[in-house]
């Protein structure tokens, strides 16, 4: 009984200093992977404007995971370079708190590597508003991978 009690013990003091230290991150990492989609115009030059839209899960380094749903619009030129493209994204984690991002990049659509940054959120990510992230983003068919490195903003 007594071991049983202090493993609950300590169980709950990591997680206290778990969330303790989410405060004093200044980097961490997350993993990010779904299902894409779009409805596409193709002009006359044969470049497209895309209506994107992806949903998937999440993971980080601090241990927190959710889900994610982004949309937005993307310009591509004929040869499937993107000319401009802006999605943003809600995100929920495990606690039922939010972030929001806006995202970035101007490679190609098949894979890339790109820039969001936290433009809202919620409970814990109140305190990372303004946080900046680089990404690498590849697909297979419609699924995408994306594995980010954030800096919390000063």
């Known amino acids: ?60 380094t601090m241990g927190n995971f959710g889900t994610q749903t982004c949309f937005g619009l993307v310009l591509l030129e004929k040869n499937n370079n993107i000319i401009s493209m802006e999605i943003y994204c809600e995100a929920q984690d495990q606690d039922n708190d939010k972030f929001y991002t806006k995202v970035t990049r101007d490679s190609s659509l098949d894979a890339g590597v790109g820039e969001y940054v936290l433009i809202d959120g919620s409970g814990k990510w109140k305190s990372m508003i303004k946080s900046k992230c680089k990404y690498a983003v590849k697909y297979k068919e419609k699924a995408l991978f994306v594995t980010s490195k954030c800096g919390k903003a000063s």
């Open 1 to 60: 009984m007594r071991c049983l009690l202090l493993s609950v013990l300590f169980v709950f003091s990591s997680s206290l200093i778990s969330i303790a230290n989410n405060e004093n991150i200044k980097e961490w990492t997350q993993k990010y992977s779904g299902f894409a989609s779009n409805e596409s115009f193709s002009l006359e030059d044969s470049s497209k404007i895309l209506h994107y839209k992806n949903k998937g899960t999440w993971e980080d």
